[in-house]
Structure formats: C-alpha cells, structure tokens
C-alpha cells in the first residue's frame, strides 16, 4: 500500500520566473479545468501537499502512480478537506469526496486510509465540494496534459475496451506559447461586473472591476467620466502596466496618471491587474512564460466587455495603452486582435520573445534553453508577436527615451521597423534623455497618445 500525504496548496503569490523545481498539469472534465502541481517522485508523492494552509479554485495535486498498484491515501498533517479522484485509461474510476481533516492529536495510526480496489495511474486531489459543484463521477472521461503529451481515451480496440492513449496527440513543447496556438484559443473572458467606486474627483468617478480569464478572475480598476455620455457610449481605453513585483503591487498602480489623464477626456480606461496580482486569482505558472499569462489576461478583457459591456461603454471603440512590458503585452494582442482601433506603446519591451532574455538571469535562460530549444530556435520565432506584424490591423504609435536604462530603444526601433516593412500605419517618438518612466516628457507623449487616440478611436 502506498501511503501519499496530502496538505493544501500554497495560496501565496507565484512570481512570474520561479525556480523551476515543479511541474504542473492540465487536468480537463465536462466542463472545467484544474491546474495542478505534479508529484511525480517518491519524495513528492510521500510530502503531498501536508502541511499547507489552503488550495486555490481549480488547483490541485496530480500523484503520477509510475506504479500503478493500489494506491492508499491518507490525511496526514492535513487542514482541509479534499476530494480525491483515481484515474485510470482517461476515466475516473473512483473517487473519495469530502475526506476530513483529522481530529487535533490524532495519533497516525489512527488515521483513515482511501484507497480504490483497481490500480491507477493518476491520483488528483481537490478541494472538498468540487466533484459535487461540477457533476464529476465515476465513468466520467478526462484528459491530462502532462510532460507534452494529453493522456485521455483513445479509439475502443476491437475488444471494444478503452486504453490510456498517452501518444494520441503529441504537443510540442512550449505549444501554449505559440503566437497560432493563441489565435486558435476560444474566447476566454467572460463576466465583467462593476463594483464599488473607489474614489470620485471632479470629471470621472473609479470603480473596482472583476472578469473572468477562462477559470480565473482578474481584478482591476475603472474610471469612467461623469459626463453624459455619447448615444453609443463612451470610448474605451484598455491600460497596460509594466512589470511591478506581485508583493509590490497594488490595484491600479502603473498607469495611474494615464488613468486620470484619459479619463479627463471623455474616455473610459480599465486598468487590468493580470493574474497573481492585487485581488485576482494566483498566477499557476511556474516558468517564464513569456508573458503570455498576462496576455491572456488582456484579450480575455477585451472578450468580456464585448460581451456584457454597461450600457454607458462603446465596445466598438476601443484603443489600448501599455508601457514597459505592458507595451510587450500590447504588442502581442495587435498581432491577434482586429478588434483594437489603436495601440499606443510607451518604452515597450521586445516583440521578439528571446530579445527579453536580457533581464533574467543566466540560470533562468539556461532553464528555457534548455526546456525549448537553444538560442535561436524556431519555436521562440514562433512565440514572438513581431513575426506576425503582417496581421496588424490598426494603426501603432511608439514612444521611447534614449536615457532608458530599463528597456533598451532599440527594441522600439525594431519593432517600428518591422510595422512599417509590413506595411502599416506607425509612428515613433524619441525623447531625448528621456528615462524609463517619462518624467520630463511625460506630458508631451500624453499629448501626443490622446490626439492619436482622438483621430483612431474616437474617430475626430
């Protein structure tokens, strides 16, 4: 009998380049996914998740049973209840639901052991409550994407029986990643809800804002003038931070003077805070992701105002504002997006994914090198927005000061050269001495955004 401990999973804040010991899987039902930690090895399998204080919505712990004899689970230094499902040949074949936290003191022998009386390959561990909210049962088929491969049910034999089927659909590495694998996604923002104002001044009050992003919800903010508005309804301004610690951050920081400033003149702007940031669910990545998470985030914004917009918004008009990474953000979304009437970018960093290398560290580059192929590899041309410019559609204008020491110019010269090679409509300003974060000439770039965005968006 094996004997796997289980705990809960860590609710603190992922950062986006974490070290990069664990693994996890995508885990698929009916009608949601899980993303869960794998535990793949003898000391993961036995540490489970004991000893952690809760598990965020839809995570979770995958055991890999590299033996599947009949596996026992039990609540060791557990402090929550869990569901526990065996899986087997792309199916559920048991499942435990609602298993207790051990009574204070309770000596271990004395602990309960779950266990299914046929072999498993997969073992996955939930909160308590989440076969029941989402009708998982025993039969029900699953698919696992794990380590490249999706384990789900392949075509019956001639015996009619099913098989894990670990082959059936090989996935590159790194194929979430991929500029066409996120053109091919389906809508993923849903359930834009209004909250409170959080503060008034005289031209625009903010309220908090919440969407969903496929399972997660993001957290932000949203000024919206006090004017009346339009017969269609204000314009809308989607503003993109730069690269702020989680720890750090706080809702809306980033662009607050672009909040106040557009907002001043007649448009209303939503501030996003991606995942793992201020309010929002946890960031569940655990590898440099290439800022793909975040940009995910954004197109599932653009997703869920469009389909459940307050009457005051005109979702036919929307421009999009990003700096620093932000501007990184911007770009991949112009490259998927026809839906955007104009990109303003201040000081972005590369559209090219291996040009922002430059801030990790050696070992985190030698990590990806070595995870997606070495320097120079196709796949990272494949993850990278400039590579797709030729399916831009609405005018780009670029800012950048050659004093930034943060995000080389450079970058914005390569990508305005590439718009422009491509055949569309760009502008790029250089401020001379100007650093990161538009101190002297701030007002001057603002300017200039809002007449762009006054001719694109607001169509003046």
């Known amino acids: 009998m094996i004997l796997i401990g289980v705990g809960a999973f860590a609710t603190g804040v992922f950062s986006a380049l974490p070290a990069p010991r664990k693994d996890f899987a995508e885990i698929s039902f009916a009608d949601t996914t899980v993303i869960a930690e794998v535990a793949d090895t003898v000391d993961a399998r036995a540490k489970g998740l004991s000893g952690r204080r809760s598990l965020p919505e839809f995570n979770g712990m995958l055991f890999v049973m590299n033996d599947p004899s009949h596996t026992g689970i039990w609540m060791k230094e557990m402090q929550f209840p869990i569901d526990i499902l065996w899986i087997k040949d792309?199916?559920?074949?048991?499942?435990?639901?609602?298993?207790?936290?051990?009574?204070?003191?309770?000596?271990?022998n004395s602990l309960p052991i779950y266990h299914t009386l046929a072999p498993a390959d997969f073992v996955l561990e939930v909160n308590a409550g989440f076969a029941s909210a989402?009708?998982?049962r025993i039969g029900d088929r699953v698919s696992i994407k794990l380590h490249g491969n999706v384990y789900a049910y392949a075509q019956p034999n001639e015996d009619g029986e099913m098989r894990l089927a670990g082959d059936m659909r090989s996935l590159p590495v790194g194929h979430e990643y991929l500029m066409d694998t996120q053109r091919k996604r389906a809508l993923q923002g849903n359930n834009f809800q209004v909250g409170d104002i959080v503060s008034t001044s005289d031209h625009y009050n903010k309220y908090a804002i919440t969407y969903k992003s496929g399972d997660l919800t993001i957290s932000g903010v949203m000024n919206v003038p006090k004017d009346a508005p339009p017969t269609s309804g204000f314009p809308v301004l989607i503003l993109n931070h730069g690269l702020i610690a989680p720890p750090l951050y706080t809702t809306g920081r980033g662009s607050k003077r672009e909040q106040d400033f557009f907002a001043n003149h007649g448009?209303?702007?939503?501030?996003p805070d991606y995942r793992g940031?201020?309010?929002?669910?946890?960031?569940?990545?655990?590898?440099?992701?290439?800022?793909?998470?975040?940009?995910?985030?954004?197109?599932?914004?653009?997703?869920?105002?469009?389909?459940?917009?307050?009457?005051?918004?005109?979702?036919?008009?929307?421009g999009m504002w990003g700096h620093s990474m932000g501007g990184g953000i911007a770009a991949r979304v112009m490259a998927l997006r026809s839906d955007v009437k104009a990109f303003v970018l201040f000081a972005p960093i590369s559209a090219d994914v291996e040009d922002n290398f430059f801030e990790l560290t050696p070992e985190e580059i030698r990590w990806i090198h070595d995870t997606y192929g070495p320097a120079g590899d196709p796949v990272y041309r494949k993850m990278s927005p400039i590579e797709y410019f030729a399916d831009v559609s609405a005018p780009v204008q670029i800012h950048h000061?050659?004093?930034?020491?943060?995000v080389p110019l450079s970058f914005s010269q390569k990508m305005y050269d590439a718009l422009k090679q491509n055949g569309?409509?760009?502008?790029?300003?250089?401020?001379?001495?100007?650093?990161?974060?538009?101190?002297?000439?701030?007002?001057?770039?603002?300017d200039r955004a809002l007449q762009f965005f006054d001719h694109y968006v607001k169509n003046q």
Do not use: C
Request: charged share 20%; hydrophobic share 40%; aromatic share 10%.
């Open 90 to 108: 792309g199916a559920v074949i048991d499942m435990q639901e609602n298993a207790p936290v051990p009574a204070p003191g309770a000596p271990k």
């Open 424 to 446: 569309k409509k760009a502008e790029f300003f250089i401020y001379p001495g100007e650093k990161h974060e538009f101190i002297n000439d701030w007002q001057l770039a603002a």
């Open 277 to 318: 940031h201020a309010s929002s669910s946890p960031n569940t990545a655990v590898h440099h992701d290439f800022y793909v998470g975040y940009a995910e985030d954004v197109l599932a914004l653009l997703d869920a105002i469009e389909r459940s917009a307050p009457p005051y918004m005109d979702v036919h008009r929307i």
């Open 134 to 136: 989402h009708h998982v």
């Open 401 to 406: 000061g050659d004093g930034d020491t943060s």
């Open 267 to 271: 448009y209303i702007t939503i501030h």
